[in-house]
């Protein structure tokens, strides 16, 4: 009687869940954005403070937000990024949107998890020009700094672990779900357009899902760029390899997220693609060996702009004014 | 009867609106600061997002937010500002709070109004280098913009007009109200320390509020910078008589609000003072003979720190995102 009954009684449940929509998922290669389930609010709201301040560069001038700026989908929207005293950066900035959901960070992964890679532009001299004891000494002047830095972590003495944990924290909360395909997989069927679910459907069929896949769209591996064709790139960067140190990573990056995708050009590590359509066009040749119609090209950028969630929402944060014993940037010199 | 009841009718009236802290308001030279009492929201919220876009500069990098930071009391908190490919600014970037109660805009006067200031970063060639052309090019090319713009004027055509009117209305809502000394002056009494009220008797009696005085303590008037003592300054400005060509208006230069003025460092429109305590010292000397003791110069500056308001909370704009048609910003050419 229990085993006749349990399938039933676990059915009504699954429904009651909405766990048919899960069932549905689970046969796609591509997952709904979650948000985080557990942050630590003080930290968050910490971390979002120096994400916006430009104190952690030399210049006083350059922030996280510079480069990954939440106006516009956590980018620069330039194909590399402006450094300290405008040098050119080497490559495209990766947006920090979803960024916790990568297998590492950086485009060659050479930082394990978000705060490991939060260090890494304040003390680059091509990007903050900074040094983290340098930063330390400008946190640790400012009063109300020192006091949210205590009522977070329970200590006196503000350190760079302090710093990167806050700013990883905060950039946990940067995610973007419900976005019109997520709405789809979750059972809103006339969430996508028929061209939108015919691009999807493209989109897997062709090869695409191979690499982008999972909550992130991409994100989850490293690929060589350029399987079937060689990509000439504008960039020197030789990816993986710089991390490795084995010949057989050269060219190979980190797949990037494509949610989002519409707000994040130009694409590719150097930024060479300014429009979906060219990357789209790119993509299909040289990593699939396919060329794409000028109607396939399109239903598929039709599916990737259905890719855009909810952007993070939160009041612009005011930043505690410097002391008199505040050591000033250095913006010029 | 009714001539000996109307008086006290008037008082009770006026107790009840809070009208006598207004009477005793009425003798004291700075006034508490008034949010706009009009203002067109669609505007505004366009405005917000113009004030944040940084494809209004050549370079894709630079917004009107970069050099006037509202997390940072509005202005970039270095002596002068980084203007496209890192020149450096020949002046301080004034604070854009409060800026709509200046009698004129930029230090030497030379825009009447909020709207014919946000025009001229756009286009100078050391600021945003763009072109007001190319920046209502790009703004046309994106089709949310579009939509925005025509739902505020009603026009198929944006041009530079609506821009600056949308940016200097968003702007007309940077006031910040609700500053401790506010709350004194409309009848808050504990709302002061003695060494703070002992701090505004000084700068009354000294001579200060003769040029920082109504609303924005200053910013409505023009005055020579270095009165009694010269002002060697470490800038080239020269000030009002680059606009009225007249020799006598040398080195006056608007008088700076003092709203938030703990935030707004450095100081003077070359930003050579990196603390109240320089500025007050300075001030004292050059502009009225006055050599303020230790304890006199700290209580001015403890009364300029009840001087800082509630400031702008808002939600931080997500940009429309470029379509294939926008023309790419030119960050290195």
């Keep these: 009687m229990l085993t006749r009954l349990a399938p039933l009684a676990f059915a009504a449940v699954a429904s009651l869940l909405g766990m048919s929509a899960a069932f549905a998922q689970n046969q796609e290669p591509i997952q709904p954005i979650v948000p985080p389930q ?19 560069s030399k210049s006083g001038f350059i922030s996280c937000n510079s480069c990954h700026n939440l106006s516009m989908g956590g980018t620069d929207n330039i194909p590399t990024s402006i450094g300290d005293k405008w040098q050119q950066g080497p490559i495209n900035a990766p947006t920090v949107l979803n960024s916790s959901l990568n297998v590492a960070q950086f485009w060659d992964g050479r930082a394990a998890d978000l705060k490991a890679q939060a260090g890494g532009p304040i003390a680059n001299p091509g990007e903050m020009a900074f040094s983290h004891t340098l930063a330390i000494g400008i946190l640790a002047s400012i009063p109300a700094y020192q006091r949210e830095f205590k009522q977070v972590f329970g200590k006196d003495k503000i350190d760079i672990e302090q710093v990167t944990l806050a700013i990883a924290e ?7 779900p419900n976005s019109r395909f997520d709405q789809w997989l979750l059972g809103k069927k006339d969430a996508l357009t028929a061209d939108e679910q015919a ?32 990509y000439k790139a504008s960039s020197p960067a030789e990816g993986r390899s ?23 050009y130009p694409y590719f590590h ?38 855009t969630g909810d952007q993070p929402s939160f009041t612009l944060p005011i930043l505690p004014p410097s002391s008199d014993t505040t050591p000033r940037p250095s913006p010029f010199k």
């Design 170 to 176: 905060f950039e946990k909360t940067l995610v973007t």
């Design 242 to 264: 710089a991390v490795t140190g084995k010949d057989i990573d050269r060219f190979t990056f980190k797949v990037p997220t494509l949610r989002n995708v519409e707000m994040t």
């Design 38 to 56: 557990q942050v630590n609010l003080g930290m968050v709201e910490l971390g979002k403070k120096l994400y916006f301040d430009p104190r952690l």
């Design 199 to 230: 691009g999807y459907k493209l989109f897997k069929e062709s090869g695409c899902v191979a690499c982008h896949n999972g909550p992130a769209v991409g994100g989850n591996s490293f690929q060589k760029m350029g399987i079937v064709q060689a």
């Design 270 to 307: 150097d930024g060479a693609a300014n429009t979906l359509t060219q990357a789209v066009d790119v993509m299909g040749r040289l990593q699939l060996g396919k060329n794409f119609t000028k109607d396939e090209n399109a239903k598929i950028v039709s599916f990737l702009k259905t890719l």
